[in-house]
């Protein structure tokens, strides 16, 4: 009953039209040598374009401009090293509204810099869950400001909801697929909450590293894995899923498919060499999921999320 | 009067009707980082994103398609070790023609590899003006396959014209400035003879290595001043103008501006981490120019043309 009541709660051309303005129109580009490669055809969502260099900008944006007045003035506040601080950060600047990010002290130099750069008010705490939550409860305390998770946040979904919803528009017919990274799940469940929605024949795919796959192992035994410190180069993916994503996801994906190392490294480097644009790790794995899996995809037309594109230039795989 | 008849015999309209379904249509990328940082409007003309990595494809079509049926069955050939050779190749084997490229034996690997993907039939030679000429010449001989130079040919001059005359169809308006970077000059000379006709207010500046300044150099003592073995990271322009390049330079460029190779890193730097897209070193020379001469472009409306995209990622220069 929660899902349902959850589903209908889920309005994704309001929220376009709220957040419309806001985000960047990504991009939808294809590549005939990864066509070929695939025997498939491939539509490639570029959130690596979007504002602070990933999709969380428009969950972020689309919290914010729910917010009423009175906890605008207070501001928002969220843990996260990744990309969502950034894009909370920058949306949150764009509004005058203060944003209070809690990082962890060992967070890399270049995440630090872009949060400060887009005027978040940045606490360290030590690199725990503990650590983080404690620190993120003082200054909820202490300021009043609204904790917008990452993604276990109905409005965070709702704004992810509108990077496939915006895909649909681009394209002139439905795809038979779109596959979509999951970490903790908020552009999955957006993704199938779109697809439900406004293409019903499309299957949800979710690419997640083998090395992070407590998404796999939750669908596989049908309750919420947690993920414990997991080792993978997609360090957008290695969060739990959330109580309100798993349902989401649990109930509509399609499957979920898992991919290793070594190809999420080799399909990035073939995006990077070949359409010359540059996407993290984490926008990699749904393409390294079908080059992994081909017969899943053979002949099939395909919407692939490229998530981001926050990377360390002077750190690469390669 | 060798000029006149020069601009009359390079018809743009018409070579965009011809090439205009081989080439691709790329996007005017803008960026409101780097617009902020250098006080301007700028939309950057993604020839990245063109087949085979580079403008090069559109000269390279155009000569192709131009050839009677007799020469189209002997094929072309052409020297270059760099992105003219890949683009011929691709453009010759899109219409069943043999290519035959002279390449220096030092070429790098990658760039070996692509003009064999794309079918070229390679002939080594020794890493000399003197040994190419030569190779070249006994290859013509044999084969009777028609020469395509890389930039000091009519057809290939046309060809390139038609990247700005593209990017004016995208625009709204004319802008006040085209910045292109200058190697042997066949890019630049086509964007004058399209800035020429179809947007007179239009200035079009050169941008060019500080280590390879032999177009600045040619433009002060106004007479063609050879490139003679340049050491610059931006390798596409280490050649000299050619005879047909350079009156047309002489006679109609703004100006020349030149950029330390400091700069065109930081600048390649910046797209890549801001813009999120691969450009190679010879492609960020107009925007160093514009980092290094900030006074020039302040306030103005600007075409920024990234030349290409071809780089080796394993070996960046940061």
Request: hydrophobic fraction near 40%; charged fraction near 20%.
């Amino acid at each position: 009953m929660e899902n349902i009541s959850l589903h209908e709660s889920v309005r994704i051309e309001e929220a376009y039209a709220r957040i419309g303005n806001e985000v960047k129109k990504t991009p939808l580009l294809t590549s005939s040598t990864i066509d070929k490669l695939t025997n498939t055809r491939i539509f490639f969502k570029c959130e690596n374009f979007q504002k602070a260099g990933a999709f969380k900008y428009r969950g972020a944006t689309n919290a914010i401009l729910k917010l009423d007045k009175t906890d605008s003035v207070r501001g928002v506040c969220t843990h996260s090293s990744g990309n969502h601080a950034q894009a909370l950060a920058l949306a949150a600047q764009n509004h005058n509204i203060d944003a209070y990010i809690v990082m962890p002290e060992n967070a890399p130099l270049v995440k630090i810099n872009a949060v400060k750069e887009y005027g978040g008010k940045i606490t360290f705490c030590k690199p725990t869950l503990e650590a983080r939550e404690k620190t993120l409860f003082h200054i909820q305390k202490e300021t009043g400001a609204t904790f917008i998770h990452p993604y276990n946040n109905i409005d965070v979904i709702e704004g992810q909801a509108t990077c496939f919803y915006e895909t649909l528009i681009q394209l002139e017919d439905k795809p038979d697929i779109v596959v979509c990274p999951v970490g903790g799940g908020g552009l999955l469940s957006g993704t199938i909450l779109a697809a439900k929605q406004y293409s019903s024949p499309t299957r949800v795919i979710a690419a997640e590293p083998l090395m992070a796959n407590d998404a796999w192992q939750s669908l596989r035994v049908q309750q919420l894995v947690p993920s414990i410190d997991p080792q993978t180069i997609a360090d957008g993916l290695k969060t739990s899923l959330g109580s309100l994503t798993w349902p989401i996801i649990q109930e509509n994906v399609f499957t979920i498919l898992t991919a290793s190392e070594d190809s999420i490294i080799r399909a990035m480097f073939l995006v990077w060499e070949r359409m010359k644009i540059v996407i993290e790790p984490s926008a990699a794995v749904p393409l390294a999921v079908i080059l992994e899996h081909p017969q899943v995809f053979s002949k099939k037309s395909v919407v692939v999320i490229f998530s981001g594109g926050n990377v360390d230039l002077k750190n690469l795989p390669w």
